[in-house]
């Protein structure tokens, strides 16, 4: 079986600043691996350049063992990737159903947008409404939907549950359970909410000033009360 998201030596930024330091990282098919960290560790930066829209500086991304490092991200996204921006990304002007519509890609796959309808009917009610109308929790509902209708076969979710109610983080967290169950959809969860990494995850890697600072199994990490306390502040 060959690694699906390989990154080995993984360093980008702004202009002469280096935000991600050397990031070595892999996820396996079916795997659903969580990445924490603080505030401004350089979490989104690192998912961007994966995405290819951030430029590496130095290192390599292998999706199935080909290297996509550098290459423009509409061409990383062909490789079926699909990204779940931080903030959800929800065109405010555009209707839900007009919001789901733009991101059919014409890829084949089982994703259409009655089907994202018919796993989440809240959106199907809400198909005439605006986006800004919508709560945060719809909002990151719409903002997985779109991502879906990608057809990706792995997809990296930046922060989902930021700004939403603890009950609307289990709607999610529900949501991407039944989504990963048959192990064909991989996922890359960046969180700073441990409970989502906890009741997802298999795998937990710590970000921190742009370098990994600490893996472990998500059983392990959760009994790391310690760690957890002093590379994320929380216990
Ligand atoms: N477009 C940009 N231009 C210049 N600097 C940036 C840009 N985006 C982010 N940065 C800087 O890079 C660092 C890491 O930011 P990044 O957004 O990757 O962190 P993060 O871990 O995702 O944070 P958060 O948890 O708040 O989302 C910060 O110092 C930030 O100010
Ligand atoms: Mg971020």
């Keep these: 079986m060959t690694t699906l998201l390989e990154i080995h030596g993984l360093v980008s930024g702004y202009g002469a600043g280096q935000v991600v330091r050397g990031i070595d990282l892999n996820v396996e098919p079916g795997q659903i691996v969580a990445l924490l960290g603080r505030n401004g560790v350089g979490k989104t930066t690192f998912v961007h350049t994966i995405m290819g829209m951030v430029r590496p500086i130095a290192g390599s991304v292998l999706i199935d063992g080909e290297d996509v490092a550098g290459l423009p991200a509409h061409a990383i996204a062909r490789h079926r990737i699909g990204l779940v921006p931080q903030g959800r990304r929800v065109f405010a002007a555009l209707t839900v159903e007009e919001n789901l519509r733009i991101a ?132």
């Design 104 to 235: 059919v890609r014409g890829v084949r796959g089982q994703w259409t947008v009655d089907r994202v309808y018919d796993l989440l009917p809240r959106l199907r009610e809400r198909r005439r409404n605006w986006g800004h109308q919508l709560s945060g929790g719809e909002q990151q509902m719409l903002a997985i939907g779109r991502a879906l209708l990608g057809n990706p076969r792995l997809l990296l979710l930046d922060e989902p549950s930021d700004g939403l109610a603890p009950a609307v983080i289990t709607q999610i967290i529900d949501l991407l359970h039944a989504l990963c169950k048959d192990g064909e959809l991989t996922v890359l969860l960046i969180e700073q909410d441990l409970r989502s990494a906890f009741a997802l995850a298999d795998t937990i890697h710590i970000m921190d000033h742009g370098i990994l600072v600490h893996s472990a199994t998500t059983t392990a990490f959760r009994r790391d009360r310690a760690t957890a306390q002093r590379l994320l502040g929380v216990s």
